[in-house]
């Protein structure tokens, strides 16, 4: 058999891209309520303590508490890989770049690349989801969220997949998730990297080095960042040598095929190569939580 | 390799706590449990010895009911047994539509309808759908079991 490295980029670029799109979609059909059942869990315990409550191992907790010791194990491969609003921005991204590529009354009006946020800024509007978060567990804590939730855009987007058409009391929602999809569409992973309150939690987590990548800097070409340019998390990856865990990584492995000398590797030596069996060892794990969970 | 450590250190406070609460708490409910059960018994007991006959009055006509309504996503129908004029068992048919997990919640509220021989119980907080569609339903049930 082939291995991976023995592959031309382009080849195993689409091949990781038709792996990753079939996971995506998967699990969009089957689970898609995962990432909005996870943060109930978030909710359910602020809202509990908040009211003076007993707090119990209800099914919501139980998602959170999988969810997190999966992201502890694996890092946030759950958000690269399964969960449906990501999936639904990344499918929404793809249809905006084939558009740009392909169609010409969009492509008269701007570039055939989207366009690029300053590195400053970046760096800035990455804290906003820890603000979001915050100010979630706060809402909760204080009981007002309850009477607010229809300002919820996950609330909304809940509701349409699952056909459920009254959506009278979520107008705000609707906007906010129609604001949130034509920013998805223009950016890769706008909403994950830059408002996610989920994925803030999920990268405050203490995740183990099993699936952090790390570079041969020595054998890169002199000012190639591929890698970094290919990350849809605005990732640099370390030096050399250095174990550097990347919180904002949800192992996408872009990086992984998009490098022209194959110098990325990943915490464990022995998968390198092997990423994409890795990625369907992860992807059978969270699936039999899921399925163990009901959700 | 500091930053994980301090994540360590954050977690384990923050399931710390939450694991102290869920004991104080529950020590302290379970104590006020014990004193509001034997209340019951002193207020019902005199009672028993006077008519020799359970408390509660029969409210609905004996039989097997059921009812349906919109949960989030789809119907939700349920079968509520009534024996001795008694809400003895409710039992969920069918909630294709449902979320697992929200469906899960919400129906952590049978058995307060069960204790309080009433479907106006509240929602659980975070699946209002399907709580509201499993309390519609029992609702509907309920109004064919009729009230005596």
Redesign the interface.
Known sequence: MKKMRDFTIKERKRFQAWIRALIQLACFIFF??AFT?AF?GI???L?Q?GA?????W???V??LAALCLFTILFGRFFCGFACAFGSLGDALHGLYLYLLANSKIIRRRSRKKPRKLPKSREKWLGAVPYIILAAIVLLCFSGIW?RISGLSPWEAF??LR???FKLKGHLAGLCLLGILLAGMCMKERFFCRFLCPMGAAFS????L?LSSLGRDRERCIPGCSACSRSCPAGIELPESGK?E?A?GCFQCQKCVNVCPKGNIYCGIPRIRGNEVLATLVKTAVLAGIFLW??? | ?R???I??V??AAIVGI?FT??MV??IY?SKDQVARLQAELERVEPKLQNDGRRSAPAEYQDGVYSGEAEG???PISLEVTITDGRIADIQILSAE?E????F??AE?MIPTVLERQSPEVDTI???T?SSNGIRNAMKQALGKAGEK
């Open positions: 898609p309520s059942t109930a909710k359910y315990l809202t303590i003076g409550e007993e707090i119990a209800t099914p919501f139980a998602v309850d809940s509701m699952a056909g459920n405050l987590l203490p995740v080095p174990k865990n919180y969970l009901d959700i | 390799m930053s994980f450590w994540r360590t954050n977690l939450l609460y869920h708490l529950s409910n989030f996503g789809g539509g979320d697992g997990a929200y899960s919640m952590n907080s975070g699946a759908f």
